[in-house]
């Protein structure tokens, strides 16, 4: 039995249904509210009780009381939870402080959302709230207006106070006033509707026959009170009549009244009060303030305020914000915002622009706690005209009356910052499409004081960046031949050969050449990036005698290697004579820059020229050419700073291969010849450099390819000399033998350990060590001898081996150069030549003569070999006797290795040329083949070069080389 109570008593409490309280009247029984006085604290007090009903619809006992909380949560509508709300704070009143907020409580209750029934709880009847202590009221909309007349009587004032309530106003003797909060008229009860009101009723209750003031005590009185008052309620002054025409215009008030807006801080937020100046007095708009002045005879008069124009006033305010319409509702003499919505530049930039436009004076902005932004929108107005070489855009921003500098500006748009520091502190604000637009000026041209100026080689930036408005006449004009001419780049108009040129140039030879003078009629500079061989000296030859005919001043700058001096001096020699060289070498020539212009052509190393800036940069040649300009690809470099300093009309880059390592090679030519064309360097990077080379970004490389395409010409072999015969490329293998292998495994151990045991912080360091590894193990597997530990190494060569076969196999028929990066290795080979008995030429950086050891090549039939250093030969050398290329070491750049199979596969060749390279497999060789042909695209994807890029390798990079 024991467990079945249990079991019962769980049910009942866990089963039973919770008593339902209805929102809406029942049949049989309906939620009233009630209002009664607390019974020991004499406070307002309201309850809600479910009340039972007769069949007839009368009230009964017993009135159950309900808390409002419990029932709150079965409405979602707003006004419903306010009502509940309202009700909650009122239930069990005890307080005897009041505040405005009680008004907006008892505001949600009057409202009454539900419909409910009001009854009043008389006490006499019955100390507890039944059935028959309550008595029925109906409870009015607030009282919205309180009336206080000023009578003047002999030498007192009597003041009265009436209550306006629907439609009718009351003498505050005639009403009973209940609870504070209401007051009673005819079984009506009216909330006072503003917390002010609670308190002048209070006051006035107190004199229940009017408030009496002696007339020694009236101007203080109205001073310190009654003008104060006049801002909460309509105050009647009986004995002050308004002003006559006549008063009104002998007075301070006969003019137009003046509008401001008054800003100050209260704790967070902003109060915005609007005030109209009527002479000297300064009005609230949002208070029933008046105005009183006194004429000459003493005599007082009103002055009648501008409603229309105060209206008018108040209403672009409240067009202004959708908080201020619901806070005319509290009749506060201000509106008022949070700080960060009204400093959001969204509002108060666009409302500080309508108030100016309007003519209101806004005071108290820069006061604002905190506040550093200025309040003016920013006023934008760019002019670009027309100078010598460049595009001048004058830049003007103003915020009022402040202007911001362009160095202003610029550390703005660098920060990415839309304020910009102002002369007077205050931070003037950019609009976000501006931040955009003035960075995109910016690395179009050079910040300067006055602006900005734009190379015209970057035309197209101008016109995509500017309106048309924004240009002047003479700058669409060029912007219109510039687009016209580039625009019909394939028809170039043709020049006559220089009769001065003992050469006949190949078609491709003279579109360089017509390419060139078109650049030049433009004042434009370039790269002439035609593939290894094409006769790229031949071209720059004939436009340098072209020049004779177009400028007086004809002496030119060619900046090139040590090795390809002899070279220049042949060719121009071969081709045109008439040209008079100066050679700058290491003596005292590159001081005497007065003596340049006797000569056409001055012919200088990179060396010299980097010693000598100080006093080449001072001549201001025609044209500076740089030939083989991947030598200035590193901007840091003491080159490529050396050549930014030299002076000329123009400049012309030269090179076969202008990217060798990543797409940042391009800009250092370009930012050479064509300056302004890429931007700053920084642009350049984040722009081109890093989504091309590190993400493979193919619309980047596309958008890089069009904008330099005017000023790059580039063209392959396969493209436009067709009469040269085929390239075959191939790959030895050389397997290496039992001993070479033991060798080569060791040191490939050793260094695997190393790189697993780094970082790529300490790898990128340690660069020297990694390079050192990398060396070690190519040299291996030319041969172990190569290095210093293992000179005694008595096994064989497998490359040796493989090499000396070839030789002996084709040296009767053929003659054949062989490249190594190692000097040591072509030593090895030498001896094996000497002891073969075959006959060799050897170039080397420490060769003296490089003239006669090619000419020896070339012209001696029974030299059948040249065996070549790589970094000495592989650039500069015309070795078309050769048919035979034998590369011993693979490099990790492809380019060196077609520079140097170039050597011989160039224009003069009339034989099939053959390239093959010697590789041991199963070693680091091997995998430095497949890593040139994953990077092998990227300078075709932008110029269509045969040249590849070669990355600083990451330690996944050399853990795949030696694994």
């Known amino acids: 039995m024991a467990e079945l109570d249990v079991l019962k008593n769980f049910q009942e409490q866990i089963l039973q249904q919770e008593k339902f309280t209805p929102l809406k009247d029942s049949p049989h029984q309906k939620l009233i509210v009630v209002l009664k006085q607390h019974r020991f604290y004499k406070q307002l007090c309201i309850e809600l009780y479910n009340a039972a009903t007769t069949k007839a619809g009368k009230l009964k006992n017993p009135l159950t009381i309900v808390n409002p909380l419990d029932i709150v949560w079965k409405t979602n509508e707003p006004d419903e939870l306010k009502f509940f709300s309202g009700v909650a704070r009122f239930q069990n009143n005890a307080t005897a402080s009041k505040s405005a907020a009680d008004i907006d409580a008892l505001k949600a209750v009057i409202k009454n959302p539900l419909t409910l029934s009001f009854f009043y709880h008389n006490p006499e009847l019955s100390k507890n709230v039944v059935a028959g202590s309550i008595v029925p009221v109906k409870v009015g909309w607030a009282v919205n207006d309180l009336q206080l007349f000023v009578n003047k009587k002999q030498d007192v004032y009597e003041l009265s106070l009436e209550i306006k309530a629907g439609g009718t106003a009351y003498d505050l003797n005639d009403v009973e006033v209940k609870h504070d909060y209401f007051v009673l008229i005819k079984d009506n009860l009216y909330l006072l509707g503003k917390f002010d009101y609670v308190q002048v009723v209070q006051l006035f209750k107190q004199y229940k026959g009017g408030l009496i003031i002696h007339e020694a005590k009236y101007k203080e009185f109205h001073q310190e009170t009654l003008s104060k008052l006049e801002d909460k309620i309509n105050i009647y002054y009986t004995f002050i009549e308004a002003g006559t025409k006549e008063q009104i215009e002998h007075s301070e008030f006969n003019g137009l009244q003046e509008r401001f807006v008054y800003l100050s801080g209260l704790d967070n937020y902003v109060l915005i009060e609007p005030v109209m100046k009527y002479g000297s007095a300064d009005i609230p708009v949002l208070t029933k303030r008046q105005i009183f002045s006194v004429d000459k ?34 009749e506060l003499p201000y509106f008022y915002l949070h700080k960060e919505r009204f400093l959001d530049e969204d509002w108060f930039l666009n409302a500080f622009e309508e108030w100016e436009s309007q003519g209101i004076t806004v005071l108290g902005f820069n006061q604002l706690k905190g506040n550093k932004l200025n309040q003016h929108k920013a006023k934008i107005t760019i002019r670009v005209s027309s100078g010598t070489n460049w595009f001048n855009t004058d830049i003007n921003v103003r915020f009022g009356r402040k202007k911001a500098s362009m160095k202003q500006l610029q550390a703005s748009v660098r920060n990415k910052s839309k304020y910009v520091h102002l002369d007077d502190g205050t931070l003037g604000i950019l609009p976000e499409e501006w931040i955009e637009k003035f960075s995109a000026y910016f690395n179009s041209g050079e910040v300067i004081p006055e ?28 912007l219109s031949l510039y687009h016209q001419s580039f625009e019909n780049f394939d028809s170039i108009q043709p020049v006559n050969i220089p009769a001065e040129l003992n050469a006949t140039l190949r078609e491709y ?65 071969k081709f045109a004579s008439s040209i008079k060289v100066l050679i700058v070498d290491g003596s005292n020539r590159a001081k005497d820059v007065k003596q340049f212009h006797k000569y056409e052509v001055v012919l200088i190393s990179y060396g010299i020229l980097v010693n000598a800036i100080t006093h080449i940069s001072q001549y201001v040649f025609n044209y500076v050419f740089v030939d083989e300009s991947q030598n200035i690809k590193n901007i840091d470099s003491q080159r490529y700073q050396a050549v930014r300093l030299l002076q000329s009309r123009n400049k012309i880059a030269v090179t076969g291969t202008p990217i060798e390592n990543n797409v940042f090679d391009l800009y250092a030519q370009l930012s050479f010849a064509c300056p302004g064309l890429l931007g700053s360097k920084q642009y350049f990077r984040d722009i081109y450099s890093i989504p091309i080379d590190k993400f493979k970004y193919t619309k980047r490389a596309v958008e890089l390819q069009q904008k330099v395409a005017p000023f790059i010409l580039r063209r392959t072999k396969k493209q436009v000399a067709t009469e040269l015969p085929e390239k075959t490329e191939m790959t030895l293998y050389c397997p290496i033998g039992e001993e070479q292998r033991k060798v080569y495994d060791t040191y490939e151990k050793e260094f695997r350990e190393f790189i697993s045991a780094e970082t790529n912080d300490e790898i990128a360091k340690s660069s020297m060590h990694v390079l050192r590894g990398l060396t070690r193990l190519r040299q291996i597997c030319n041969s172990p001898v190569l290095i210093e530990e293992e000179r005694s190494f008595g096994g064989g ?51 003296q003569d490089r003239e006669a050891v090619v000419n020896n090549f070339q012209n001696n039939k029974t030299v059948r070999v040249f065996l070549i250093s790589l970094k000495t030969g592989g650039t500069g050398l015309n070795l078309t006797e050769a048919d035979y290329v034998y590369l011993v070491d693979p490099w990790w750049n492809p380019a060196v290795e077609n520079q140097a199979i170039d050597r011989s596969y160039r224009i003069g060749q009339d034989k099939h040329v053959v390239a093959v390279r010697l590789i041991c497999p199963d070693t680091i060789e091997e995998k430095i083949l497949k890593l040139q042909d994953v990077k092998r695209d990227l300078s075709e994807d932008l110029i269509k070069t045969d040249s590849a890029v070669f990355k600083a390798l990451k330690k996944e990079d050399l853990l795949s080389l030696v694994s």
């Open 451 to 478: 602006g900005l100026i734009t190379p015209k080689v970057n035309f197209a930036a101008v016109t995509e960046l500017y309106q048309d408005a924004q240009l002047d006449e003479q700058v669409k004009h060029e």
């Open 297 to 330: 005879k003493g005599n007082s008069f009103a002055v009648k305020r501008n409603e229309d124009a105060e209206n008018n006033f108040v209403a672009l305010l409240l067009k202004q914000h959708p908080h201020f319409l619901e806070q005319l509702e509290f």
């Open 797 to 847: 060569s497998a490359k040796i081996e493989m090499l000396m076969e070839q030789i002996e196999s084709k040296s009767d028929d053929h003659k054949i150069l062989v490249f190594s990066q190692f000097v040591t290795m072509l030593d090895l080979i030498k001896k094996e030549l000497i002891a073969r008995d075959i006959s060799y030429e050897y170039l080397t950086g420490s060769t």
């Open 509 to 573: 030879q003279k579109h360089g050449l017509n390419w060139l003078n078109f650049l030049d009629d433009n004042n434009f500079g370039g790269v002439l990036a035609d593939d290894m061989g094409l006769g790229k000296s031949i071209q720059v030859i004939a436009f340098i005698l072209l020049q004779r005919a177009k400028r007086t001043h004809n002496t030119s700058l060619i900046v090139v290697p040590t090795s390809l001096i002899f070279n220049w001096v042949a060719e121009i020699e």
